[in-house]
């Protein structure tokens, strides 16, 4: 081989050196060569950068086995030694130049030189394999947790769960897998609930909070679960992860608390705290709606003398007894608290609008309390009776709920003044007019017992001015008081259910004045109107009642028009089916005081009435309220229109009559034809009309 051949091959074998050299600069990892006993030869930038340093830091000068840990170095070693591993790859650890270490995998390429025994070797940073490797230790740590994990597909169906799942639900791992998670479900959530979730998860790709699941046992425990959606490269959800914990025993803890804050712990009563906190919230409502509330402060009379005699567990014992009968007396929604001590309070809402009834019924509250406390405590081995004093304060508009507390309080001393066992109000006037309105209740009753009500006739006429009929009023003739209005017994009666009592022998004595009638040709043809209060209509035997008054009087029950007001009508259904009953016997019908309540143009199509009363409100404003006479004008068309008679009631003036006239009434009633008088005065009369007719 001729020189210049030499030199050409030589030339040829540099240049391709050099492009292997430039090629391995590039390469995305580690590259060096070493020459026999380990010295670099050429390193890449890329290993130099790993290494933090410059190449003529490095080449000819410096060792691989200068860059490894005193492990890795031995690990070299070793390797090299075994010529039959020399080719494998290795992990090994570099030393940097600022001291930190470096995972790597080194994988020798061979011989290149088969003289000088020059290798080279190729290096790859291990750094985010062992990242990914702790990841997924961490992550399978993580899955067997004390927290219950689960992984379903997109489609909810479940495709792994860990230990923790299994021990929480009770469920194994194959029996839940291809269902659910609504294999849990406890259904106590609405589905408004799981819609506000599947919002969230498609939004935000996450959902957490407080959800109720049922085991396998069927226990219901409670759960705070956290979802999360995985998604691929485009976006779309290809799995769906859920942990959860159980905070059963948590919850109930917190509920515990809570329910200790404002509870007392003895008789599990609210206590003050939670008193105010619902006395401001009704404070604040009755001011919006105008109707009156009541506070009542009740105090145990004597109860230091039990604690002292028996004990203070019995004094205990009477405490929670106490409780009780205080649940046990008020209505249902009152709030009933235990104050401290022997002390508690009542809380009553939506007494009514008008003060005095509001008053009446606290009153029948606390009577009905003390009445109650006044019974014996039989109590073990103690036998013993136990009274309170009762303070009460109203509220509608101005008070807070501190004033009414200690209103109440005061005035439930002023019972304690007045020798215990009774009750008191804040306000000295009301307590008169309590006092005064409790006596009206007592005589009433008396009233009714010994019969002393009476019976009285008011005229109804024709546009002819002859008497058709009459409606019966019960009247009242106090021995000492004289006549009472009925705008003042009726509503009292009302209050305390006397008026069921009166509606009936209302009815009864009607009929049988009717039968009576039935032998005087002057009185023969009148039809007997009777009242119905809404209380009466409403009690379950009162077809049963109407029935046996016309039984025990043999009245004609085509000669009876029962007069109901709108108030009645709030049930159609249960209206609609004893109305017919009625009507099957002959009974008539008539919406009375029509305009003033609550029907509507539905409900008067549905019901077997035959006659609308015009109520005298809008009779009185005829001439001096256009629009009352508009709204009586159109009563009486829609009236005609439903096939109804109308009947105009507090009809007073020759100028009201003619308008009514002139609008097609068809009936009559007030003081410009005849006031409600007794029987004796209708018969005298209707006799003296006949001799004025012929």
Not at 57 to 67: H, Q, R, T
Not at 415 to 430: E, H, I, V, W
Not at 563 to 579: A, F, Q, R
Not at 655 to 674: N, P, R, T, V
Request: hydrophobic share 40%; proline share 2%; glycine share 6%.
């Amino acid at each position: 081989m001729t020189d210049s051949t030499v030199a050409r091959l030589t030339d040829r074998l540099l240049a391709m050196e050099r492009e292997i050299n430039h090629l391995f600069g590039r390469v995305p990892f580690g590259s060096h060569t070493l020459d026999a006993d380990g010295t670099y030869l050429s390193i890449n930038a890329l290993e130099l950068a790993w290494l933090g340093y410059a190449s003529e830091e490095v080449i000819g000068k410096k060792k691989l086995v200068d860059f490894l840990t005193p492990a890795s170095q031995d690990k070299f070693r070793m390797n090299a030694a075994n010529s039959s591993s020399a080719d494998q790859a290795l992990e090994l650890e570099l030393v940097r130049r600022d001291g930190t270490c470096m995972p790597i995998t080194l994988s020798s390429t061979g011989e290149l030189e088969c003289d000088s025994k020059v290798c080279r070797a190729l290096m790859f940073d291990l750094t985010e394999n062992q990242v990914l490797q702790a990841k997924q230790r961490v992550s399978a740590a993580a899955f067997e947790s004390l927290s219950g994990m689960f992984i379903t597909d997109r489609y909810q169906r479940i495709l792994q769960v860990n230990r923790a799942f299994t021990e929480l639900t009770g469920y194994s791992a194959e029996e839940v897998q291809g269902q659910t998670p609504r294999m849990l479900s406890s259904g106590r959530h609405s589905k408004d609930f799981y819609q506000a979730m599947w919002a969230s998860l498609n939004a935000q790709g996450t959902w957490s909070g407080e959800i109720w699941n049922r085991r396998k046992s069927g226990e219901i425990f409670v759960e705070w679960l956290s979802v999360s959606t995985v998604t691929d490269a485009c976006g779309e959800v290809t799995h769906y992860v859920g942990s959860f914990i159980d905070i059963t025993a948590s919850k109930r803890a917190q509920d515990q608390i809570a329910y200790m804050a404002y509870h007392d712990a003895l008789t599990q009563l609210p206590n003050r705290r939670l008193l105010l906190d619902r006395l401001n919230q009704a404070v604040a409502t009755a001011r919006r709606s105008g109707l009156h509330g009541a506070v009542l402060f009740i105090d145990l009379d004597h109860f230091k003398h039990i604690n002292d005699t028996c004990g203070h567990e019995a004094g205990d014992q009477v405490l929670v007894e106490t409780a009780r009968r205080l649940r046990q007396a008020v209505r249902e929604g009152d709030s009933v608290a235990r104050m401290g001590g022997d002390e508690f309070a009542i809380l009553l809402e939506d007494l009514g609008a008008e003060r005095l009834e509001a008053a009446a019924k606290a009153v029948h509250l606390a009577e009905k309390i003390l009445a109650q406390l006044a019974q014996p405590f039989d109590l073990g081995e103690y036998h013993f009776r136990c009274t309170a004093s009762i303070g009460i304060d109203l509220y509608v508009q101005s008070e807070t709920a501190a004033d009414l507390l200690q209103h109440a309080d005061l005035a439930m001393y002023q019972s304690k003044k007045a020798g215990r066992n009774t009750l008191r109000f804040f306000d000295a006037t009301m307590q008169t007019a309590v006092n005064r309105h409790v006596a009206m209740e007592n005589e009433l009753r008396h009233a009714v017992k010994h019969r002393a009500l009476h019976l009285f006739f008011q005229p109804q006429r024709d546009r002819q001015r002859r008497i058709m009929g009459v409606e019966a009023l019960v009247r009242w003739q106090h021995p000492d008081r004289g006549m009472v209005s009925p705008a003042e017994f009726i509503p009292l009666a009302e209050e305390t259910e006397l008026i069921l009592q009166i509606g009936k022998w209302v009815l009864e004595t009607a009929c049988t004045q009717l039968k009576a009638w039935e032998k005087n040709p002057l009185t023969r043809h009148l039809c007997m109107a009777v009242n119905v209060s809404a209380k009466q209509f409403h009690q379950t035997d009162f077809v049963a009642t109407v029935r046996q008054a016309f039984a025990l009087s043999g009245a004609n029950p085509a000669l009876v028009k029962l007069e109901v007001t709108e108030s009645v009508m709030l049930d159609t259904s249960e209206v609609l089916t004893k109305m017919e009953a009625l009507r099957a016997m002959g009974v008539c019908f008539a919406m009375d005081d029509f305009g003033t309540g609550y029907s509507s143009l539905s409900t008067l199509t549905q019901l077997p009435l035959t006659q609308l009363k015009i109520d005298q409100s809008f009779v009185h404003n005829i001439g001096i309220r256009p629009s009352d006479a508009v709204i009586v004008h159109t009563i009486i068309a829609m009236a005609h229109t439903l096939e109804m008679e109308t009947m105009a009631e507090g009809v007073e003036t020759e100028e009201q009559f003619a308008f009514l006239q002139k609008h097609g009434c068809d009936y009559f009633q007030g003081y410009l034809f005849g006031r409600p008088v007794p029987v004796e005065a209708l018969e005298a009369q209707l006799a003296a009309l006949e001799v004025s007719t012929h």
